[in-house]
DNA sequence: TTGTAGGCGTTATCAA
DNA sequence: TTGATAACGCCTACAA
């Protein structure tokens, strides 16, 4: 009843020659004739075939499967980060096996590993926070499993990482600020155990510090949507509150944005808000949020490809890292009259 | 140097039985006594034992791999269906391949079935809009690969779907406006192309005229965020505006409540806003929502459950409604004396 | 430049 | 209730 599945064999019977001459094709090897190689193409296309990827697994060194684990909750950035390996493994017919780690609690690690050695995975792209897993690291460090880190909080370890420069992000967004006339200007902290917020709040301070401001105005949050609420409550209810917030990522900044709707304050005429967007969800708030804008979709990419170079055995360079871009929008302006004049938020 | 994959062999050896008893075990068959069973299961754990996927695919004639596949542009709809489908794999030990068909034009169905050919998944979970894709559905029919729709555009056809009751919800809804004293809605209809939309539209209007109600402010939309605010702004530019507005999906909504903060609208003082939320993005809105939930996790999960037993040969139902839930939050109130007195949102 | 034989780790078939 | 052996579709090693 079931339709045979259209095999290597029949791919050498029909171009005439032997099932490795195929094989040798599919995998781009040298040694064939490129009249033979035209002719074993051409028996492909025309049986429609494709190869099994178990059977590739199961017998060669490789699978060309690379596995994309995930713990995040942000939707935007899980999508974007998906797309970007996809698309990279498109690029040289390998496939991509997604797996989410959500709700997996202390199951983690035993889960990730019988993932990958059940499915023969040649590799794994971690993404953050699972990037950072200690216990996850050494559990594949262990069996030899290669893995490339997206945005892992950096502790040293020999395997590739993708990252953006945080230090001068951080530093070109405090400079746009200033460049728009703030210079009382909050920053909510990012989650005190992920090594990129405290490289952005050190940027943060030294930044300020160089123009000669005070950097007081910092409060620490855990890179939720309520702690950037409460954390922005606390700055609007200080004597001083400042005239620009910057959040250390884009859940924190939705946090502001609630509270800015809630109190129906004057965005950017009181307050100018400013994040960045790790989830690429920014472009839904009202008012349009400058952002600093690191795309999840690019690193992947780039992720997957050191990947694939260390799976071919190729050397790669242990830290690679992509541009990001200022996107100035709606939510920061420069600070008003009113407030250069020494009145506060708090006082309106 | 790379460590020896735990094989069955090694099961077998130290549970000191034949191979073929491991993987009865492994599969559940009956004919093992319990003792033997208990036996292989301890040296299975002993072990750390994973069957191989792809050895078990190439033998067997079920892979235990399932697909699914979407394209769809909602973040937050693709994040869900992932996460249910996902849950009700690992119910049952097996493994969800997550295919995307973003970006592949008029290549979608050649590659699906080439995903579907070399990964040799059992059958395939189809999202919207692939859940309506005649073409791809054809090519599925005449390869025998199993799938499962999930809320696809009605047309007739012997697979399984699941779905919700698109009609039942509307009138939910429309009749909570109605509750609150609206008698000028509007409706902001979904894609002309989609079947639910017409359902949706059809059963507000029925509903509408069933309570002696005008059903003329209708908006065409395209499920997009620019569609839901321009239709929004016609919608407010009119001689007489509605006192609520009620959009077919959570994108077009987006796009309302990007109007209502441009144009600085008091909702619900003013006007009442609702859609449903196929997206799961209504909460990060503000002012919150209310929506009618239908939850792309629960969806997936059921289809991907349908889909499983259908592999197994089970007969399975051929249409299953989910149930949906009215979620009322505050962006919508009761219609204001203002309104109530005849006067119009526009003549403010 | 091309082909042959063996094996990857599991399930299916048939036998004991 | 259990086991031996042949596939599954491909790659590796070696040969021609």
């Known amino acids: 009843m079931t339709m045979a599945r259209t095999t290597i064999d029949d791919v050498a019977a029909r171009a005439g020659v032997s099932i490795k001459t195929v094989s040798r094709v599919l995998n781009d090897e040298p040694g064939v004739r490129l009249e033979t190689r035209d002719r074993v193409r051409l028996a492909m296309t025309a049986l429609n075939y494709h190869p099994s990827l178990p059977a590739r697994s199961l017998a060669g060194r490789r699978s060309n499967l690379l596995g994309l684990i995930y713990d995040d909750p942000s939707p935007t950035y899980v999508f974007n980060v998906q797309h970007g390996a996809m698309a990279r493994c498109r690029e040289s017919k390998h496939r991509l096996f997604v797996f989410s780690c959500k709700d997996l609690g202390d199951q983690v690690v035993p889960e990730v590993l019988a993932m990958a050695e059940q499915t023969h995975v040649d590799g794994l792209v971690l993404t953050p926070p699972l990037s950072a897993n200690r216990e996850l690291i050494a559990a594949l460090d262990q069996r030899s499993i290669p893995f490339v880190r997206v945005a892992p909080d950096a502790f040293d370890h020999p395997s590739p990482r993708v990252d953006m420069d945080d230090s001068a992000a951080t530093r070109e967004m405090t400079q746009h600020l200033i460049g728009l006339g703030h210079r009382s200007i909050a920053f909510i902290a990012g989650h005190p155990e992920h090594h990129s917020s405290q490289v952005r709040l050190q940027a943060f301070r030294d930044c300020m510090a160089e123009y000669g401001l005070s950097a007081h105005l910092v409060e620490q949050g855990f890179n939720t949507v309520p702690s950037g609420a409460v954390a922005t409550r606390r700055l609007i209810g200080r004597a001083e509150p400042p005239t620009a ?31 960045f967007d790790d989830a690429g969800i920014s472009s839904i708030f009202w008012p349009p949020v400058t952002i600093i804008e690191q795309s999840g979709y690019n690193m992947a990419h780039a992720a997957t490809d050191l990947l694939i170079r260390m799976v071919r055995g190729e050397t790669v360079p242990g830290t690679t890292l992509l541009d990001h871009r200022l996107v100035v929008r709606r939510s920061t302006g420069p600070v008003s009259a009113f407030e250069r004049d020494g009145r506060r938020l708090g006082a309106a």
Chains 1, 2 share one sequence.
């Open 245 to 275: 917030i910057l959040a250390s990522n884009s859940d924190m900044a939705a946090g502001v944005i609630l509270v800015v709707h809630e109190l129906d304050l004057d965005v950017p005429g009181r307050l100018s808000v400013a994040s």
